[in-house]
Antibody
């Protein structure tokens, strides 16, 4: 069965960096687009970033452009999110998600990892 | 960028029908997907492509999309249906391809 397991969250000071990981299993990782979606405390879902199956293209929400980088290792079946210059409004649970083969909806989600940006 | 609007809350008695709306400009031309999120848990896909139901999702959940409004309908509501529900579309017109609705809290009375 499909499994997505995030790690790397924690408490970090404003301006510092953090790297999230998402270990995937149960499917052919290299054939699916992968994504990060976040949810600030008490708020709704917000798409953050997408990487194509081969890693050739990336897309970001405006608020993280230039600060976050999504990447993947198709040999290790792992998705990453490098977060630099973190701000208080980046505080959220970050979910790793896999879309369906058409890439139009999120078919599978990880359990999420909490990132808290605070001094 | 594209905006999806949902009512903040819907209340329904057990056994009755809950209808959660999702409004967007010309939304009937898009495919709408719905997620259920219970407290402390990750979202779960409950409807895809307007009315498709993933395996394991009860037939009580159904979806429709027409005339500027998509609707998630939950028949014979149970206490376990209490959750937040989000609609989502894929929007090719801008740089933000995945758009979520504002979310609706369903309370079972």
């Amino acid at each position: 069965q499909v499994q997505l397991v995030e790690s790397g969250g924690g408490v970090v000071q404003p301006g510092r960096s953090l790297r999230l990981s998402c270990a995937a299993s149960g499917f052919t990782f290299s054939t699916y687009g992968m994504h990060w979606v976040r949810q600030a405390p008490g708020k709704g879902l917000e798409w953050v970033a997408t990487v194509w199956p081969d890693g050739s293209k990336e897309y970001y929400v405006d608020s993280v452009k230039g600060r976050f980088t999504i990447s993947r290792d198709n040999y290790m079946n792992t998705l990453y999110l490098q977060m630099n210059s973190l701000r208080a409004d980046d505080t959220a649970v970050y979910y790793c998600a896999r879309t369906d083969s058409s890439s139009y909806f999120f078919e599978y989600w990880g359990q999420g990892t909490l990132v808290t940006v605070s001094s | 960028s594209y905006v999806l609007t949902q009512p903040p809350s819907v209340s329904v008695a057990p056994g009755k029908t809950a209808r959660i709306t999702c409004g967007g400009n010309n939304i009937e031309s898009k495919s709408v997907h719905w997620y259920q999120q219970k407290p402390g848990q990750a979202p779960v896909l409950v409807i895809y492509y307007d009315s498709g139901r993933p395996s394991g999702i009860p037939e009580r959940f159904s979806g429709s999309n027409s005339e500027n409004t998509a609707t998630l309908t939950i028949n014979r509501v149970e206490a376990g249906d209490e959750a937040d529900y989000y609609c989502q579309v894929w929007d090719s017109s801008g740089d933000h391809p995945y758009v979520f609705g504002t979310g609706t809290k369903v309370t079972v009375l």
